[in-house]
């Protein structure tokens, strides 16, 4: 469980072009001790009756540039934080900062107060696209905060985004794979957002930044999204929170409060669709009323948003699937957590497996 404590623009040494994080977090200036105790007693409160004995606590520092912050003011909030660890209530602390920020000493005095996980906000590797969003650092700012965070044994995230200023898909996926390259432990992604009183919302009304279409940013996300499993490198999180503040806050661009649903949806639809070219290649007769099979978990992609992978899928062959079904959950399955499905797929006909593809074997060999 993780416990949000949001310092929106604080620390920042400049406003980014896109973000506004007062407005959509609906929090100003430094927490106070009492409210950082307030905020995380009501978090393990609310926890309690749903909490697993092995559930990992955290508290994480979020928005602004922590290790920008003076020194003093840093120690001061890890002090608050890091009091819940002697108590013995959270295991650990997270922070998030920009890449710019982080030299070996700052990484060595996070480790003392119990910070375990770092995320760095790159938003992209490229030169000209950082320059386009006033994150006035070179693409090797984060290149070395990751070397020395993994040396010093921090559990190291990475936040990209896509649609940004001066950016297409090219050079979207070349900047992930140089990410990916740099073995973070885990990646966010999100699109970008033209937010309410943003300095992107001003080059938005003058025509000066045109956001992405829904359909060209989720097929982007799609690509991303296998990269990112051939890399073994789990996504987090897909887009924005979801809530009131952001849908306050926002004014145009691909949002929607459960992309990471959608970007597996689009993942099964291709995952799908190869499953059918292994059908139409056997020319097995009588390819009709077949059922797709799928661990429990994954069927509400299938059944969702109106059976809209079913749809899709129906209509790019003869071949139809007329019906979902679940296969029996295998307790003792324990899958990679960059894998996007909660196991492998396969058509049947009258409970007869048929057609099967491992979604590694997906992964591996789907054309991006």
Not at 10 to 18: D, T, V
Not at 19 to 41: A, Y
Not at 99 to 126: H, W
């Amino acid at each position: 469980m993780i416990i949000p404590i949001f310092l929106p623009q604080i620390g920042c040494p400049n406003h980014c072009i896109y973000c506004n994080q007062e407005d959509l977090t609906g929090t100003r200036g430094l927490p106070r001790k009492e409210t950082i105790d307030q905020t995380v007693q009501a978090y393990l409160a609310s926890s309690n009756q749903r909490q697993k004995a092995d559930q990992t606590v955290e508290i994480a520092f979020y928005g602004g540039t922590f290790t920008a912050l003076p020194e003093a003011t840093q120690a001061k909030l890890l002090d608050y934080a890091s009091s819940w660890i002697e108590k013995r209530l959270v295991h650990h602390l997270r922070i998030s900062t920009r890449p710019d920020y982080v030299d070996l000493s700052t990484v060595r005095r996070l480790s003392t107060y119990g910070v375990a996980i770092v995320e760095i906000g790159a938003q992209t590797m490229n030169p000209k696209v950082l320059q386009n969003i006033y994150r006035f650092h070179k693409p090797q700012a984060t290149v070395r905060a990751i070397k020395l965070l993994k040396q010093e044994g921090i559990t190291t995230g990475l936040h990209l985004m896509t649609a940004l200023p001066g950016e297409d898909e090219a050079s979207a996926l070349l900047s992930l794979e140089e990410s990916l390259h740099l073995k973070p432990d885990f990646l966010r992604i999100h699109p970008t957002l033209v937010l309410k009183n943003s300095l992107l919302e001003k080059k938005w009304r003058t025509g000066a930044y045109q956001p992405w279409s829904w359909g060209r940013n989720l097929r982007l996300l799609t690509k991303m999204a296998l990269l990112c499993a051939r890399h073994k490198i789990p996504v987090y999180r897909w887009g924005l929170m979801p809530g009131e503040l952001c849908r306050n806050s926002y004014l145009a661009g691909p949002y929607a409060p459960a992309l990471g649903e959608w970007v597996k949806r689009s993942l099964a639809f291709h995952y799908v669709a190869s499953l059918l070219t292994i059908a139409l290649s056997s020319k097995e007769p009588g390819l009709s009323q077949l059922t797709l099979s799928v661990p429990q978990k994954d069927l509400s992609l299938v059944k969702g948003q109106g059976s809209w992978l079913l749809r899709h899928c129906n209509s790019l062959s003869d071949i139809i699937i007329t019906s979902s079904t679940h296969q029996k959950e295998e307790r003792s399955l324990n899958l990679p957590n960059y894998l996007p499905f909660h196991g492998d797929w396969h058509i049947q006909k009258n409970g007869e497996k048929l057609f099967f593809l491992t979604q590694e074997e997906f992964i591996a060999n789907w054309r991006i």
